[in-house]
C-alpha cells in the first residue's frame, strides 16, 4: 500500500492504530487541560512529554493515521494547543513536513540531520 510518498506494508497501519491507541488512552489529561497533565502550570513533565505528541502529524502523512483526534482525545488535544502556544515551545517546534523527512530518511536508512527549515516551521518559531 502506497500513502503519498511513504510506502507502508498492508498489515501496518491497523497494528499501528492499535498500538498508539493504546498508548495514548492511557495519558492522563488532568481535569484543566490549559497548562499541564500534573498541575495548573506547565512543567518539565509536559516539555519532556509535548516533542512526542508533536511528531504525530507527520504520521498522518506517512500512514494516513490521525493519532490525536479531538473528538476521542478532546482534553489532550486542548494540551497539545496550549503546548504550543507557550514561547518556550514555539522556538524549537518543528512542522509535522520536517519530521516527515527526517522519519522517511531514517525509514531509508539515508537520515538527514541538517535540513533546512520550511516556512512553517521559520513562520511558528518567530511568532
Known sequence: ???GDY???????PTVKMTLG????????????CCSVVGSQYGMVDLHWYPIFERFPALKGMFGIDVL??????RLSAWVSAMQR???VKKVWISPKLHGRFFAGYRSGNVE???EMDEDTI???SA
Open 1 to 3: 500500500m502506497t500513502n
Open 7 to 13: 510506502c507502508v506494508p498492508g498489515n501496518a497501519v
Open 22 to 33: 493504546t498508548q495514548i488512552s492511557g495519558v492522563p489529561a488532568g481535569n484543566d487541560p
Open 69 to 74: 483526534p479531538v473528538s476521542k482525545f478532546p
Open 86 to 88: 507557550l514561547d518556550c
Open 113 to 115: 540531520y541538517d535540513v
Open 123 to 125: 513562520a511558528m518559531q
